[in-house]
């Protein structure tokens, strides 16, 4: 792998990076202009608070009430933290919430960094059953609940993991009866956990904003601790690294900043004087309207390849996802994807990378699925990784 | 202490911050533009390294190398990893070398806010015997090491961290002398433990350089895993929160960059990207030399200003430090100064606001101490705020 990483001429279409051309740095030298040369003191270099800016605290609570729609009064600034990124939170969160032993619920698949740092803590990740087409298997999910019984196993769920919003590395996006659905059942079945919904691709719906609220607006979550988990690294720079949380509990949220406070008493405040300004001026808002097309026609192209390589021919199957930054495919059977696997040499041989599925299911993990983004490459490039990433399937397939 | 901390007419020399109208608002402008300005690509708004950028870190290994003087091939880039703030860095080194139960050698008084962090992560700060001049008292440290014996409780000290330049509260600077007798005992009582130096404020000596090497640079410590910390907050600007540590080990360094992956994946690109541009320009040194002039002027201020309100006639002691950031304190007899005793109260009366010594002492925290900060306030209002805290001393002397 680490010699895959560095062959030059290596094409990438694992990485979960965004395209380096899209990287605003017209708005950001504009914002860092504006606060160098302001009037006030420059209290945007110095120390922070650990929760994060206030202001920006607020603009991120409004802005998620907002896609919320009309009457939700649900994202609390006072219960708003920032982190670095996202990820920070996420770890931040089952830091405080889970021991070694204990179990997280995540969809299958799910977003692969997330399981490697629940191993890292020693949780482990259950899946929750899918339909073929990504949709929750309910009857499944409850069953496998209903499986646990009142053993000592069932104690240890501690969270449900969901990321709704043009999933990595589904792309799938939860319907509002689907989170309604899995709410009641989880409540009929006693199961009241706290619920993490990861945002992260929320922004980025080609189509724009995908109509299903949060958890954070929603009557059937009442019962649920949850912890809705927002970024602006994704919808406008990673380089940034600001992500945030908003949380319905202050007893799991007080915890979160407390552990905050011993790994870093707040993330760097500069950058987050940067996204106030960004927010104020309307640039972060015109950026992400420019990115939903970008990555738009970039899904575009690299699905518009994948058919021109005669991909699904060769007994691949794919959904075009309306959003984010990845497509998920389905190998034919008898092609196994896992890594330093025969379908991966022939990638490497090929001088295409791609993320094996297995590492975004939890167990069973079923190593027939692929994750490709399209979220760095562009143009020539894109195409080339696809038309590589073809030859390979095609010298798997029976002769 | 909220309430306090909302009075608007408290004038704090608690704050270890720094005086926000030294903070090089134009050195960050003129990087920023710099970087936006490029030909290159925005890379500098992209996700970085999980352990930081490569050029900064051999910018940053280069540097200390020459404060360590010529021949001392000491700071290996390749060991160097950097985070959010050093504080993330204490954090990650600690979290990966000790259990809850677990003991940590500190000296007498140290930081407190890594005292806060041991205790939330359960492992005991056990205090190293000190002189009345600060310098540590060896014999002693020997005594209570030879104390341990060969017990369950000597297996449970598991590093040692010292703070050697201009420390946090002391002021006080090791020499080199001391520091390899401190490794001469220690090896001899075979006590090879990690040894964390925190070099915070080893750019801040108010004269230059303090005329002593690091632990990287010391034969003594040759068969002691080493961390050298450092910071770009205090010397440059805490608002970007960038720091960094150098290593010795390649197993102890590796888990806190696995570590570091599941917590972040990596501090913020960006404010690594202007400190790269910041240190190239020159803008770095320029800076340190103009906030050692500041900060000298600011600790003789607070200094005489205590002298002139008559706080040596009532019976209170206190070296004048040559850099960092602060005052530390002894109160006559008879004075407790933990937080909501009387004299307290009576600083609460006069809106002046003091760290407690006991919260820099490690079990027996003696009571009668006291840390003052010179970083924040300047001018009328450093002065004021001596003013003050004297005359809250004056009310507590018998009449």
Redesign the interface.
Known sequence: MNTALADPGMLSLAAG??D??T????A??DA??A???GEG????????ANRGRERLRRQLAARTAALDGPGAAVADPDLTII???S??LL?LAISVLADPGDIVLVERPTYF?FM??LG??GVEPMGLPARPDGALDLPGCEQMISALGASARRGRVKALYLMSYFGNPSGISRTEAEKIALAGMLERAGLIVPVLEDAAYRDLGFAGTWPARSVLALDAYRAFPRLYLGTL?KPF??????GYAHATERGWFDRMC??KG??????????Q?ILEAVIESGALERHIAGLRATYAAKMHALDAALEAGGLRALGWDWARPEGGLYLWLRAPDGIDTDGEGPFWRACMHERVLYVPGSLCLAAPAERRFVRLSFGVLAGDALAGAAARFCRAAASMAPT
């Open positions: 990076f965004t380096t051309a990287l605003p740095a017209r950001v030298g860092v202009a606060l160098v040369g003191p420059v209290e945007f270099l110095q120390y922070g982190g670095n990124g990820q920070q770890h960094v490697e740092m890292g803590l690294t720079a990673t380089g940034l690294k600001i407390w552990l011993h790994e870093d008493f707040g993330s760097a405040n500069f950058p004087a």
